[in-house]
């Protein structure tokens, strides 16, 4: 074994020493955090658990229908536009029903609530970051760090604070989902902000918008097709943690998942693992065709 | 067409640039001290890094008159124009606006007439692509709070006055780039500003659409009578656009002028080396090259007195005129020898349809039409009084003086 030649820098320990200092010194913050997120991961799981599985199978495929549709070229008859967008209702009808049938309709609200919770908090924190980190270099080389240690650290190491801080449960679950699926929305948000023309920011200036008008009005409608690219990545990632997060005790089909893996239990571990693929999917195609996309015109 | 350039009073200044200087790099103030002290640019530049973009930039704007801003690429025009409404902060100087500097207004001031007095339209149109275009038109009004039915009434004004009307609802990237720039104008217009700022706005435009645009232009110009700030780095377009040019090099005015001045008197050399590749048949004009009409005979005069004043000038045809100069026709030496011969009066031989043109007629146009025609051409005015006349030898004369005096 190498043993290197310096004094070892208490690295580990200072680490440990900030984790219990946060968790007595910080409590009454982590507790505040623990009721707000349980009261919303709650409410949304009661929301779709109370909804009858046809009813929102019929309402994910008429949404589905009707954003597609809008997404279509206005210079195609109408029934070319119904003809390409139909593939979009069908193949989520399909894919819930399959779920419905598995009986894993539950455990997939579930983790729809776990996902939608995780994704407002990482939208509602990421987004203002992003419009900051495109307005200051330095902020943005700062963030910058944070973003590569949140995407790069492996997740399982933030478990085990986010369980000191949070115990078991969904809410330690949303916590280190949202440090996982944030950095995209800050990054893009960030990188759609800085691509426009800089003629446009000065259309804004010229004409004497505020500093709120120019973000409101300009900046964030013209950067928002990317920042949508990272909405959707923010979705996806927050999906792909729904089976890490289960081991500190989040359910949902993640649960289900690691269930079958401790069980040997192949069936089981396969069709939930499906059904978060299924959701995944339809998730992926409501988020892509949620805004119209006009492309920039460069002469 | 244009207010002339001649008509020029300190009073009918709506701006004045006064020392204006900017530098480009960390410690601005610092550079402009050492600038002061008499440091070359170049010194300054490899010595600290700042960039000296405008060196004690002075002049001023008539009220009404498109003033170009020309130069090269690089020469600072583009900055010039974006520190008129400060877009870049000016390091040194004075802007006055109807006498109110605004190198030192508040970010208030400055907003306000930024929503008012001045508006941009941009070289590469800069229109919203998630808005329509009259809501592009009405970016303007909306930023300054005007409620919705209101600045649509004035959105549709302006689509109109730039020839979009039934464009109102179609998106910028359906349509083509010499009617994106009408929308960038229209744009501009909307907020009736005193003046316009033109950053190279036709220089991304097909040469064809460039024209049209170009008259387009002067068109609104005659109607609205907006002051215009026109930056470009074509001469051509400088010199059918501009009442006034100012020529830039390396951030320095180099030359204030009329196109005729500009063209005939360059100051150094460096105008005249920009100006002798300019095409003189698109910029001279039928009076420039014209000759007096002399001789030239009355109507009631006899074909004696005509074949006299022919062979006096050395000259095969003479135009005849009637009252107050009106041009009547030419006659040619063989006609006024037959008519001598016969008795005959000078009516009697004149060929009427007689070749004329307007004395604002490029030179462009009438080479083709002179090399069509057997006798010299009449120039004319409006009241169809001759002018001048033109014969094949004074074109090519005053195209041969390339940038000289005409």
């Known amino acids: 074994m190498t043993v290197s030649p310096f004094p070892r820098l208490p690295l580990g320990s200072a680490i440990e020493d900030l984790v219990t200092w946060i968790s007595t010194n910080l409590g009454w913050l982590l507790d505040g955090i623990t009721d707000v997120l349980t009261a919303l991961t709650n409410t949304f799981q009661s929301i779709l658990s109370s909804i009858p599985p046809p009813v929102l199978i019929l309402f994910v495929a008429i949404i589905s229908f009707a954003l597609k549709f809008r997404g279509r070229s206005q210079k195609k008859s109408q029934y070319k536009r119904f003809l390409e967008s139909i593939d979009l209702p069908i193949l989520c009808v399909a894919g819930l029903f399959l779920i419905w049938d598995l009986d894993l309709w539950d455990h997939s609200m579930e983790t729809l609530a776990l996902v939608i919770v995780s994704t407002i908090v990482s939208l509602v924190i990421g987004i203002p970051i992003g419009i900051f980190a495109s307005h200051s270099d330095r902020f943005n080389q700062i963030i910058r760090i944070f973003l590569d240690f949140m995407q790069t650290m492996p997740s399982f190491v933030y478990l085990i604070p986010a369980v000191i801080f949070f115990g078991l449960g969904n809410v330690p679950g949303v916590i280190a989902t949202v440090v996982f699926a944030m950095p995209p929305t800050i990054r893009l948000t960030n990188l759609g902000i800085r691509q426009i023309p800089k003629e446009l920011i000065e259309v804004s200036d010229a004409f004497g918008a505020t500093m709120v008008q120019k973000l409101i009005k300009v900046e964030l409608p013209v950067a928002l097709p990317t920042i949508m690219a990272g909405v959707n990545q923010c979705i996806m990632l927050a999906l792909s943690m729904t089976v890490i997060a289960s081991m500190i005790g989040a359910g949902g089909l993640g649960y289900q998942v690691l269930y079958g893996i401790q069980r040997v239990d192949i069936g089981s571990g396969f069709e939930a693992g499906l059904a978060i693929v299924i959701i995944a999917i339809i998730l992926d195609r409501l988020s892509q065709n949620l805004i119209p996309v006009r492309e920039l015109k460069q002469s | 067409m244009n207010i002339p350039s001649l008509i020029q009073n300190d009073q009918g200044s709506i701006i004045e640039v006064r020392n204006l200087t900017k530098i480009f790099g960390p410690r601005p103030q610092k550079t402009l001290s050492h600038l002061q002290r008499g440091c070359s640019v170049k010194e300054i530049r490899e010595k600290t890094g700042h960039i000296v973009a405008l060196q004690n930039i002075s002049f001023s704007v008539q009220k009404g008159e498109i003033f170009v801003l020309m130069g090269l690429s690089g020469c600072g025009k583009s900055t010039l124009l974006r520190c008129l409404n400060r877009l870049i902060e000016p390091t040194a100087g004075e802007i006055l606006l109807d006498g109110e500097d605004l190198v030192t207004a508040s970010a208030d001031q400055m907003k306000s007439i930024r929503r008012k007095r001045m508006s941009m339209v941009f070289q590469s149109f800069a229109l919203l692509p998630h808005r329509n275009i009259l809501d592009n038109i009405a970016f303007g009004l909306e930023i300054q709070g005007i409620p919705y039915e209101e600045r649509v009434q004035e959105a549709k004004k302006s689509l109109d006055l730039v020839g979009l009307s039934g464009y109102e609802y179609s998106y910028p990237d359906q349509l083509s780039g010499g ?47 907006k002051t215009i700030i026109f930056v470009s780095h074509d001469l051509d377009e400088a010199l059918k656009l501009g009442s006034r040019i100012a020529l830039m090099k390396a951030g320095e005015i180099i030359q204030v002028g009329s196109p005729e001045e500009i063209l005939t008197k360059p100051k150094n050399e460096f105008v005249e080396r920009f100006v002798e590749d300019v095409d003189l048949s698109r910029v001279l004009t039928a009076k420039d090259v014209m000759k007096v009409p002399d001789p030239m005979i009355h109507v009631t005069s006899g074909p004696h007195v005509a074949l006299r004043m022919m062979k006096e000038a050395g000259i095969s045809t003479l135009f005849v005129v009637g009252k107050n100069r009106e041009l009547k026709g030419i006659i040619t030496a063989d006609d006024a020898l037959r008519a001598g011969k016969e008795g005959l009066p000078l009516q009697d031989i004149v060929i009427p349809d007689v070749v004329s043109i307007h004395h604002d007629t490029p030179v462009s146009e009438i080479i083709p039409v002179i090399a069509e025609s057997r006798f010299p051409l009449a120039v004319i005015n409006e009241e169809k009084k001759l002018k001048g006349v033109i014969v094949r030898g004074s074109v090519l004369a005053a195209l041969g003086r390339s940038g000289g005096s005409v």
């Open chain 2, 179 to 225: 009617m994106q720039q009408r929308v960038g104008l229209a744009r501009a217009l909307a907020s009736s500003p005193d003046i316009l700022l033109m950053d190279e706005a036709f220089s991304a435009l097909d040469p064809i659409i460039r024209r049209d645009m170009q008259n387009e232009l002067l068109d609104i110009q005659d109607r609205l009578e």
